[in-house]
């Protein structure tokens, strides 16, 4: 299993992004690959629609076997290391997953 994340970037607050994820040896299709943010000194966070008040989405294409994370109006404390990786429980537990990938930088500037 592989997971490979691109599409990262220096950007300034407001600005929007779109990250992939694509994967060999796993099925986007399963629905439990999933996008985390590392910062520095923190352990991996778990990045949705929900705990970024709605402005990241996720999508994918399953002919690509391709995950998006569609980030928009990007603020400073969104920068980071954006990682998936493979949640096999279902428990939404960073702690837990597996086959992380390297992570793509994503950097915001105020």
């Known amino acids: 299993v592989q997971l490979v994340e691109s599409g990262g970037g220096e950007v300034h607050a407001g600005d929007s992004l779109q990250l992939s994820c694509t994967a060999s040896?796993?099925?986007?299709?399963?629905?439990?690959i999933r996008w985390a943010r590392k910062a520095p000194g923190k352990g991996p966070e778990y990045v949705s629609s929900?705990?970024?008040?709605?402005r990241f989405t996720t999508s994918r294409d399953t002919a690509k076997n391709t995950l998006f994370l569609e980030m928009n109006n990007l603020r400073p404390e969104d920068t980071g290391v954006y990682v998936c990786?493979?949640?096999?429980?279902?428990?939404?537990?960073?702690?837990?997953?597996?086959?992380w990938g390297q992570g793509t930088q994503v950097t915001v500037s105020s």
């Open positions: 990786a493979a949640d096999l429980n279902l428990s939404y537990n960073s702690s837990t997953w597996h086959y």
């Open positions: 040896g796993l099925s986007i299709a399963n629905g439990n």
């Open positions: 929900a705990n970024s008040g709605g």
